[in-house]
């Protein structure tokens, strides 16, 4: 497989520019101005252009503005097909599969 190729269909700048632009497409969808937007979601207007124009921001910027677009429910789902564990001691308590030891071969023994 070519992994040029692989990194072009899968890269994370072009990833966070369709989020972006999702979020402009949207936020039309609705009729909201960026100004208006900006304020319900309680972001800086220049926050909220980075994020639609180049895809920059943190996630609790994006929750914010999913929120008001009703987009929080996609973040929701974004994980929810892995395994969740309740608590760090659910973590710890859970068993790793490890690999079964090989045996070591000598190159004089064949």
Do not use: C, W, Y
Request: hydrophobic fraction near 35%.
């Amino acid at each position: 497989m070519d992994k040029i190729k692989t990194l072009r269909l899968r890269n994370p700048d072009t990833l966070i520019h369709k989020i972006g632009s999702r979020l402009r497409r949207q936020r039309l969808a609705k009729g909201l101005t960026q100004q208006e937007l900006a304020e319900r979601a309680g972001v800086s207007l220049s926050t909220l252009k980075l994020m639609e124009h180049e895809g920059k921001g943190s996630l609790q910027r994006l929750a914010k503005v999913a929120v008001v677009l009703d987009l929080d429910g996609d973040l929701r789902d974004l994980f929810a097909g892995h395994r969740a564990f309740d608590s760090i001691e659910a973590v710890e308590r859970s068993s790793r599969m490890r690999a079964p030891h090989r045996k070591k071969t000598s190159l004089l023994n064949p």
